[in-house]
Structures are given as structure tokens and as C-alpha cells.
């Protein structure tokens, strides 16, 4: 059945049984063949769940800074101990290619910790306003679920702020990739985190996502995944009036405002395509280039796409590796072909499988040109290795494209004058735009404009998702 054989579930803390056998394959999607086993739990394992998180939270909601600092401390060196572990896991259940796995998936893991390490170290949790005391507490029971594309990055954002800000909770991780999920369970419990605190439950959506989300039991749901998921858990969740986080879908723009900047634009653009078989929210799928520059800049575009090392991703070589899963790899193809059937010109790339890999879901990386920002693969999410190259007549058509969008998650602008960037940053709607090529910031929040989502993750934002505002009036005496 594969390397993997993951069954129990982590509740209270101790491995258990699910309430019932229910055993999925999980598909190495580089080989079409089973990389191992979970098991599917239902809504009786999330009560069992949410019922040890709900005892957990009256003495964790209460304990203070330097404890949750020691097991944030203890996290980072037993997150170290299974380094390897993790990215080989992400590698086998997605597909990363090994630098990938090594070098971004699990290293990001470490820096959000340590970030959330810093951020409760400076937090005031407390705060005098004349006579009143504001106090930021805890939410409580928090249920995170969470999707395959960056699985560690994704679990780490929810868990560490949650664990710093003093609540408990109950995760679930995709089932399409869930191995890296349970050593990061694994990981905790070497922490030594109190029973009750941090819980795992494996499932689909539809069974365990749904049943956390309506859990009376669960004072929050955080969620990363598909707008369309995102709006059933938001629905679900209504009905118990509990807050909703959600990190959902995009279609960034990526803005070149000028020929000095346009190879290390495009080319940086193509790359971030790329990366990651193109499976990231927040890539920059929508190149917009000046009329006069179009033809300039799919010559670039379509050079860089040609320097992907597609294959195996065990092979340190190796630059892109397949799709996820084959339904993705169905989804990729379909919008590839719709791009060719509505006479977007075809630069680079195209439909079916890249030239000797017969076997796995992988794709050609693959560049359009002449798009206009009507036609469905400008319009729709793809989350594959396609760049649509859209021209611009002047800077307002620029912007007006940008923003002619269902989501906001994140835009890239391109400029050799700082102070023009700048100024269109200011205009763009969404959470969070980088300038030249500066694309990460742990302490920086992340999150969405419009159907990208709702709620901030990283920075001293995403640790405010977690509290509630509490004002105390009166308490000081009136003088």
C-alpha cells in the first residue's frame, strides 16, 4: 500500500482508533501509484475531538506567555528532528520536487514559528484606556482546515498563532496529501503539548470539513482552499454564528510598467508560475505588459517557461514536478484547451503531457498570449503552470484590468521608478502586493480583497485572529 501508513487519529493526546475503519490511498502523483494509507474519520470522531479541545481550553486559555513560548520552543527543535521526514513526505503526496520540499514547503514552517515566536513575545495582551481595561483573550476551540498545495506552510499558520494567542483545536488537512499533516502531529506531541490541545482528525470536506464547521463546540473555523469551499464552510458555519477566517482562491496581475524592468519581470513571473507546478493562490497568472512591449515580453516569457526541469521530483534536478492529483491535471488540460478554443494565441506549452513522461499528472508549462481579460483563462483560477499575457493601452487600462477580478488575494508590480510603483500599489485591490520582485515577508499579513477571502494570516494581524476583545469598565476607580 505504499511507505505511509497512517490510521489512528491524534485526540486528547493518544493515537486512536476512528470511530469507524474507513482507509483512503493517497496517490503519489508523480507515479499514479499509492504512496501510502489514511483513514477517512466522520462527524463522531470531530465530536470526540472538539470535546478534548473544549476540556483542554480552561487551563491552556489560562496559562501565560513564557509557558506558550517553552512550547513553541519545544515545537522548533522537535520540528528540526523530523525535517527530513516532512519534506520527503511532501514530495511523495504532492508531487514537490525535493529542493522544493527541502528548501521552501518544510523550511517555512520553521520561519512561521519563529515569527509567532517573536510576535508573543512583544504581544500586550493588555492594554489601559483611563478607567477601562481592554483584555485580548483567547476565541477558544478553533477547527483549522487546511489544503494540499502548501500543507506544512498552511498548518503552521494556523497552529502557531492559535497556540500563542492561548486556544485549542482540531485540524484536519487535506486528505489529498495528509502524511506531512500527521508528522506534524507527530511533532507536536514530541513537544509536549498538553493533552486536548491540538487535535487530528483526518477526512474529506464534505464529511469531517462540514462537521467542524457546524460544531457547536467550535468557536472558530479556519479555512484555506478553493472559493467554492470556502463559501460552504462559511454557510455551514453560520449557523452557530462562529467567526469564519477564510484564505481562499486568486488571479493576480502581475504589472510591467516598463521596458527596463520587463526581463526581470516576466521572467520572474514565469518562474513564480512555475513553482509549484503553479498550485499557489497567490501566483502572478496574469502578466500585463504595455501594448508596444507584448510581443518583447512573451519572447521572455516563453524562454523562461522553456528552462523548467520537468520530472521526477526525487531528482534534485528536477524543477517542476507533476500536478497534484489526477482530477487537477483533468481541470489544467480542460481550461489549457479552452484557452485554444477561445483564440488566445499560444506561445508556449499546450495541452497534454510534457514530451517522454507518459506516466504521472505533469503539464506543460505553458504561456498565452494576446489574451484579453474576458476569456475563462484569464478569468478562472487554473492553479497549473499557465500565464496568460494580457496587453495594456496606458496606465489606467492597466489598473482597470488588475482589478476586473472576483479576487483580490495578492498583485506584483514592476517598475524602475519606486515612487510609480508605489502609487499603483496603492490603487490595487488586493491584501497584499509585492514591488520589484520582494515577495515575502513572514511578519507580514496575508490575506484577501473580495472572494479571495476574509481574516489575515502572519504578522501581529494573524494573531489577532484568534482573541476576542474583552473591555473591563470601571476598573480603575474614579479619582
Excluded at 514547503?105 to 481595561?133: N, S, W, Y
Excluded at 498548518?155 to 494567542?165: F, G, Q
Excluded at 484577501?448 to 469598565?473: C, D, H, M, V, W
Amino acid at each position: 500500500m505504499g511507505q505511509y501508513e497512517y490510521r489512528k487519529f491524534f485526540i486528547n493526546g493518544e493515537w486512536t482508533e476512528p470511530d469507524e475503519p474507513r482507509e483512503l490511498a493517497v496517490i503519489n502523483p508523480a507515479t499514479e501509484q499509492p504512496a501510502g494509507v489514511i483513514s477517512l474519520g466522520n462527524a463522531r470522531d470531530v465530536d470526540r475531538a472538539a470535546a478534548a479541545a473544549r476540556q483542554a481550553f480552561a487551563a491552556w486559555s489560562r496559562s501565560g506567555k513564557q509557558e506558550r513560548l517553552e512550547l513553541i520552543d519545544a515545537f522548533i527543535a522537535a520540528y528540526k528532528v523530523r525535517y527530513n521526514d516532512m519534506a520527503a513526505a511532501i514530495t511523495a503526496e504532492m508531487g514537490a520536487p525535493k529542493q522544493l520540499s527541502t528548501n521552501a514547503q518544510v523550511a517555512v514552517g520553521l520561519v512561521i514559528a519563529k515569527t509567532a515566536r517573536r510576535l508573543l513575545e512583544d504581544f500586550d495582551f493588555e492594554e489601559q484606556r483611563g478607567a477601562t481595561l481592554i483584555r485580548r483573550e483567547p476565541i477558544g476551540v478553533c477547527g483549522f482546515i487546511t489544503p494540499w498545495n502548501w500543507p506544512v506552510n498552511q498548518i503552521a499558520l494556523k497552529v502557531l498563532p492559535a497556540l500563542a494567542s492561548g486556544c485549542t483545536m482540531v485540524l484536519k488537512p487535506s486528505e489529498i496529501a495528509p502524511f506531512s499533516g500527521i508528522i506534524f502531529a507527530e511533532v507536536m506531541e514530541a513537544a509536549g503539548v498538553p493533552a486536548g490541545v491540538f487535535n487530528l482528525v483526518n477526512g474529506d470536506g464534505p464529511e469531517v470539513g462540514q462537521a467542524i464547521a457546524a460544531h457547536p463546540d467550535i468557536d472558530m473555523v479556519s479555512f484555506t482552499g478553493s472559493t467554492r469551499g470556502g463559501i460552504a464552510v462559511a454557510a455551514t458555519a453560520a449557523g452557530t454564528v462562529k467567526r469564519v477566517s477564510q484564505e481562499l482562491g486568486g488571479k493576480s496581475p502581475s504589472i510591467i510598467l516598463d521596458e527596463a524592468i520587463l526581463e526581470r519581470g516576466v521572467a520572474s513571473s514565469m518562474r513564480s508560475v512555475c513553482s509549484n507546478t503553479g498550485q499557489s493562490c497567490n501566483a502572478p497568472t496574469r502578466l500585463l505588459v504595455p501594448e508596444a512591449l507584448h510581443d518583447k515580453a512573451v519572447e521572455v516569457a516563453a524562454a523562461s517557461a522553456a528552462r523548467a526541469r520537468i520530472g521526477d521530483p526525487e531528482s534534485e534536478h528536477t524543477t517542476m514536478g507533476p500536478l497534484v492529483s489526477e482530477a487537477q491535471f483533468n481541470k489544467v488540460q480542460h481550461l489549457i484547451q479552452q484557452g485554444i478554443d477561445d483564440d488566445a494565441e499560444l506561445a508556449a506549452g499546450g495541452a497534454g503531457r510534457p514530451e517522454g513522461l507518459e506516466r504521472g499528472y505533469y503539464v506543460k508549462p505553458t504561456v498565452f498570449a494576446k489574451v484579453s481579460n474576458d476569456m475563462a483563462v484569464a478569468r478562472e483560477e487554473i492553479f497549473g503552470p499557465v500565464l496568460c499575457v494580457i496587453p495594456y493601452r496606458d496606465l489606467e487600462n492597466a489598473l482597470a484590468i488588475a482589478n476586473d477580478t472576483e479576487y483580490g488575494l495578492a498583485a506584483y508590480v514592476w517598475s524602475s521608478d519606486l515612487d510609480q510603483a508605489r502609487e499603483v500599489a496603492a490603487r490595487l485591490r488586493a491584501g497584499q502586493v509585492s514591488l520589484n520582485g520582494n515577495s515575502y515577508d513572514a511578519a507580514a499579513p496575508f490575506g484577501g480583497y473580495k472572494q479571495s477571502g476574509n481574516g489575515r494570516e502572519s504578522g501581529p494581524e494573524g494573531l489577532e485572529e484568534f482573541l476576542e476583545t474583552k473591555a473591563i469598565l470601571g476598573y480603575e476607580e474614579a479619582a
